[in-house]
């Protein structure tokens, strides 16, 4: 048997695809108790998120620091 415990950057939406609807108020993204720690507190740029919520991230010719550490997971497994 083979257990795997993850503590990721929690999406308020579901891990949508989209940018959070609330991306000022989601704390649980940003914190030391989320892999990878502070990496996403230090490369989000809330100002950005914030006019670009609930937006598509597949239209936004960036990625948001979140949904890079999900692919940075899909790699590792």
């Given at each position: 048997?083979?257990?795997?415990?993850?503590?990721?950057?929690w999406?308020?939406?579901?891990?949508?695809?989209?940018?959070?609807?609330?991306?000022?108020?989601?704390?649980?993204?940003?914190?030391?108790?989320?892999?990878?720690?502070?990496?996403?507190?230090e490369?989000?740029?809330?100002?950005?998120?914030?006019?670009?919520?609930?937006?598509?991230?597949?239209?936004?010719?960036?990625?948001?620091?979140?949904?890079i550490?999900l692919?940075?997971?899909v790699?590792?497994?």
């Amino acid at each position: 048997m083979f257990h795997l415990s993850a503590r990721l950057a929690w999406h308020m939406d579901g891990w949508n695809g989209r940018i959070c609807k609330e991306p000022a108020s989601n704390t649980f993204c940003v914190g030391p108790h989320s892999y990878p720690g502070t990496y996403i507190a230090e490369n989000r740029s809330i100002k950005w998120e914030e006019e670009n919520k609930g937006r598509p991230c597949s239209k936004m010719g960036k990625i948001p620091p979140a949904f890079i550490v999900l692919m940075l997971l899909v790699q590792i497994f």
